[in-house]
């Protein structure tokens, strides 16, 4: 489970139901950066579960999927925040999976690679943009 938001869903009678629940203490004091980013982790999750059918704990092979999703959520991001620059965008992305079930760290050692990223950067990036007031970065949420 995620710590910020989770997402849950099951069949029934050939429906699919899928909820995602936020935490709201955990991001009250976030920047709109942050929380769309957790929004976003949260949606692909309910979609990777839909189109494979997939509901019972599906954190470890999702984030491994999630993997290949960082291109998206950043240019998801971007869409939304014109001026949040390219690497942050990344680095808010790739800190969803930071320590998340299925990701080994062989796997988060090859995505900081791919995207020119320190794990010292995800962690300052991901930190700046939870702390929207005073030292942080983003837009905040009042
Ligand atoms: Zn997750």
Redesign the pocket.
């Known amino acids: 489970?995620?710590e910020d938001?989770?997402?849950q869903g099951y069949v029934s009678d050939g429906i699919v139901y899928l909820q995602i629940t936020l935490d709201e203490y955990n991001l009250r004091a976030t920047s709109q950066e942050y929380t769309m980013e957790t929004i976003l982790?949260?949606v692909?999750?309910a979609y990777l579960s839909a189109v494979t059918n997939t509901y019972s704990d599906p954190?470890n092979w999702?984030?491994q999927a999630?993997v290949g999703w960082v291109d998206c959520e950043r240019e998801a991001l971007q869409e939304i925040f014109p001026s949040l620059p390219a690497a942050d965008a990344n680095a808010l992305a790739i800190s969803?999976?930071k320590n998340?079930?299925g990701i080994n760290t062989s796997m988060f050692n090859d995505l900081l690679t791919t995207y020119g990223l320190t794990d010292q950067q995800i962690v300052n990036t991901e930190q700046s943009y939870q702390l929207p007031h005073g030292s942080g970065k983003g837009t905040p949420c009042d």
């Open positions: 489970m995620d938001g989770h997402t982790h949260e692909i999750h954190d999702q984030h999630m969803g999976l998340a079930a």
